[in-house]
């Protein structure tokens, strides 16, 4: 890839829950505290409304390792769910070891309303290049098992 391209990534998941359920799970504090983040790792520090516009951030703890994740960012848009779809968009750049934020890209969380439920798109945009694609690729799709249980667990322990 040349210096200027980016990379995105996004993610579809299709839950049997009302779209207000699946709003208030991307978006609430309370809520996102009990999904957010890949498996093997727990939230130490959060604060993340993603109800309003303003700046985030969250820290996790890999469970075995002990190592010290980072995260934060901008919510740039909230858009509630109306007439049958809603988004959350924000900034994310990993910190470093030494607390400096690297890289910006782009996340957005689309809900709507569908025959059976409520469908999440998430989309991770302008990532810096196919590695940093790879490697939130599987932060997100671990995050994405977490909610997956936290949403339906009776499906998630039938597979």
């Not at 607390?99 to 409520?118: I, K, L, N, W």
């Amino acid at each position: 890839m040349k210096d200027t391209e980016t990379a995105d990534i996004e993610f579809i998941r299709d839950y049997p829950v009302a779209l207000t359920r699946l709003w208030r799970a991307v978006t609430e504090p309370v809520q996102l505290i009990q999904w957010f983040g890949p498996e093997g790792t727990y939230l130490e520090a959060c604060e993340m409304a993603f109800t309003r516009t303003g700046p985030w951030t969250c820290t996790m703890r890999g469970k075995e390792s002990g190592d010290r994740f980072k995260v934060s960012g901008q919510i740039t848009s909230v858009r509630p769910p109306v007439d049958g779809e809603g988004s959350v968009a924000f900034t994310w750049a990993w910190h470093d070891a030494d607390d400096r934020r690297g890289p910006e890209s782009h996340v957005t969380f689309t809900v709507q309303e569908t025959e059976t439920g409520a469908r999440l798109t998430l989309s991770h945009r302008e990532l810096t290049d196919i590695e940093a694609a790879q490697n939130n690729t599987k932060g997100w799709l671990s995050t994405l098992r977490k909610l997956d249980f936290f949403l339906n667990p009776d499906a998630a322990l039938q597979e």
